[in-house]
Nanobody, 119 residues
């Protein structure tokens, strides 16, 4: 059974920092591209950051220079360090794991963790 469990969300003032964690079990973590997505009310879910199996990263323009994604394959965990938070970063943040198999893609989601940034 695949599980992605996020933690680290909460309420923070603008300019503050949070570190999200996503602990993964039930799959070969090192084989999966890992990502963080977010969704705020009335908006579509959007990619925030992703990290490949080789450690390459990409970020949404809105978070470049402020957020850092990293992974620890020994701990089956992916992190999102969020600095200089803004009220517009307020959203539910979801962890994502995906890999392209021979026939189909495998995509898994966590349950989400709320991040609220007050002005």
């Amino acid at each position: 059974q695949v599980q992605l469990v996020e933690s680290g969300g909460g309420l923070v003032q603008a300019g503050g920092s949070l570190r999200l964690s996503c602990k993964v079990s039930g799959l070969t973590f090192s084989s999966y591209v890992m990502g963080w997505y977010r969704q705020s009310p009335g908006k579509q879910r959007e990619l925030v950051a992703a990290i490949t199996t080789g450690g390459s990263t990409n970020y949404a323009d809105s978070v470049k220079g402020r957020f850092t994604i990293s992974r620890d394959n020994a701990k089956n965990t992916v992190y999102l360090q969020m600095n200089s938070l803004k009220p517009e970063d307020t959203a539910v943040y979801y962890c994502n794991a995906n890999v392209d198999g021979r026939i189909r893609s495998y995509v898994y989601w966590g349950q989400g963790t709320q991040v609220t940034v007050s002005s």
